[in-house]
């Protein structure tokens, strides 16, 4: 069963760390320097070419997928509603990708990754669990 807990949090860590460094960190930038600063997000337009109403508030709630929710992940705060965001923003992704014949490996990991998670929660060793250990000690 430790092994399984360090696995999930190897997993958490590792591609939610990935995850935010490459993804989510830039489109949230560009989303805050959009909403905020009236600056130009190419991002809303290819939303728009997507077909999506509110092509500034799903361009949004994408960034937000790639960076809060992945924050959560990593500390394993919320994690299953967390991952369930994020898989929806990458199966999006993975389809976008697929549909313009685009190499589409690296959204589809992240699906998986999200799925997987979704599935099993974030382990042991998690913010979720440490709080739920802790209340249930002040409770006795």
Do not use: K
Request: proline share 4%; net charge positive.
């Amino acid at each position: 069963m430790q092994r399984i807990d360090l696995g999930l949090l190897l997993l958490r860590v590792g591609f939610g760390t990935v995850l935010a460094a490459l993804h989510g960190a830039s489109r949230l930038a560009s989303a805050f320097g959009h909403h905020f600063g009236n600056e130009p997000w190419s991002f809303v337009s290819y939303v728009e070419r997507m077909g999506f109403p509110f092509p500034g508030a799903f361009a949004a709630a994408s960034a937000l997928s790639e960076s809060v929710a992945v924050a959560l992940v990593i500390a394993g705060m919320f994690t299953r509603t967390a991952s369930l965001l994020i898989a929806g923003n990458f199966t999006v992704a993975t389809i976008s990708e697929a549909a313009q014949g685009d190499p589409y490996e690296l959204p589809a990991l992240y699906l998986f990754w999200a799925a997987v998670l979704m599935m099993t929660g974030p382990g042991r060793y998690s913010l979720e669990t440490w709080l739920a250990q802790r209340r249930h000690r002040v409770a006795r």
